[in-house]
T-cell receptor
Framework: DADVTQTPRNRITKTGKRIMLECSQTKGHDRMYWYRQDPGLGLRLIYYSFDVKDINKGEISDGYSVSRQAQAKFSLSLESAIPNQTALYFC?????????????FGAGSRLTVL | AQSVTQLGSHVSVSEGALVLLRCNYSSSVPPYLFWYVQYPNQGLQLLLKYTTGATLVKGINGFEAEFKKSETSFHLTKPSAHMSDAAEYFCAVSDGRSSASKIIFGSGTRLSIRP
C-alpha cells in the first residue's frame, strides 16, 4: 500500500456540486498539505495542517475548505465546484523532525468540473 | 518572500547528452532547496535536497545540483540523459528554516529525451 493514499483518483463533476477529496497516510507524519497543480503554474499550496488542531490557509484557499479528522487523515472540500477548479490535486505529508521538511506525495486526484 | 524561477518550461535533449535544468531562487534567509521529479501519472518524489554543508548535492538516478549562493542558483544536471529521465522536474525552496516553514515550488520544466 502507498504511504499517502488519495481518493478518488479521478472525478468528473458539474458546476455547483460539493466535492470532497480524501487523503490518508501511513507515514506517521504530523504535517499534511493540499496542493493544486496547473500546467505552467507548478504546485500551489491550498491548505496545510501541522497537527490535528492546527489548520492554515495557503496561497489559494478561496473556494476550498479542509478537515483534519485524525493525524492520518486530511480532506479537501470544494463546497460549490466551479470550472476553474479543474486541476490535479496532491496531498503531501512531512515530518516535523525531518529538519528540511521533505514532502511525501500521494499519486494525485484529477478533478474535472464541467 | 521566497520564490523560485525555473528557466525553460520545456527542455529537449538527445539520449546520452548532458541534462541541465535551471533554477534560480529568491530567499531572505539561507534556503533549503529541493528538486522533485514527477513521472507521468504519478505524484512528485524527491530527487535531491540542499540544507547545509557541501554545495554539490548528489541525488537519485545520477542527478546532482550545485548551490551557488552568489548566483542564487540551484541548477540540476546529469552527465548523460537516459530515456527513463523523461519527466517533469520541479525546483522548490523552503520559505524559512523554522518548524513552521512551507515549501514553495517553481512552475516546472518538462524534460524530453530524443532517441
Amino acid at each position: 500500500d502507498a504511504d499517502v493514499t488519495q481518493t478518488p483518483r479521478n472525478r468528473i463533476t458539474k458546476t455547483g456540486k460539493r466535492i470532497m477529496l480524501e487523503c490518508s497516510q501511513t507515514k506517521g507524519h504530523d504535517r499534511m498539505y493540499w496542493y493544486r497543480q496547473d500546467p505552467g503554474l507548478g504546485l500551489r499550496l491550498i491548505y496545510y495542517s501541522f497537527d490535528v488542531k492546527d489548520i492554515n490557509k495557503g496561497e489559494i484557499s478561496d473556494g476550498y475548505s479542509v478537515s483534519r479528522q485524525a493525524q492520518a487523515k486530511f480532506s479537501l472540500s470544494l463546497e460549490s465546484a466551479i470550472p476553474n477548479q479543474t486541476a490535479l490535486y496532491f496531498c503531501a505529508t512531512s515530518d516535523l523532525n525531518s529538519g528540511a521538511n521533505v514532502l511525501t506525495f500521494g499519486a494525485g486526484s484529477r478533478l474535472t468540473v464541467l | 518572500a521566497q520564490s523560485v524561477t525555473q528557466l525553460g518550461s520545456h527542455v529537449s535533449v538527445s539520449e546520452g547528452a548532458l541534462v541541465l535544468l535551471r533554477c534560480n531562487y529568491s530567499s531572505s534567509v539561507p534556503p533549503y532547496l529541493f528538486w522533485y521529479v514527477q513521472y507521468p501519472n504519478q505524484g512528485l518524489q524527491l530527487l535531491l535536497k540542499y540544507t547545509t554543508g557541501a554545495t554539490l548535492v548528489k541525488g537519485i538516478n545520477g542527478f546532482e545540483a550545485e548551490f551557488k549562493k552568489s548566483e542564487t542558483s540551484f541548477h540540476l544536471t546529469k552527465p548523460s540523459a537516459h530515456m527513463s529521465d523523461a519527466a517533469e522536474y520541479f525546483c522548490a525552496v523552503s520559505d524559512g528554516r523554522s518548524s513552521a516553514s512551507k515549501i514553495i515550488f517553481g512552475s516546472g520544466t518538462r524534460l524530453s529525451i530524443r532517441p
